[in-house]
């Protein structure tokens, strides 16, 4: 049970990593349009 709950909390942490990451280049490519 400890195991799984700890495999969630790590996918939702790459999870905002990769939106943060995604919305930081939508950000990007706005500004240089």
Known sequence: ???DK???II???IGVVILLF???V???AVMGA
């Open 22 to 24: 995604v919305s930081y």
């Open 1 to 3: 049970m400890d195991k």
């Open 11 to 13: 996918y939702a942490l």
């Open 26 to 28: 939508v950000v990007r």
């Open 6 to 8: 700890r495999g969630m």
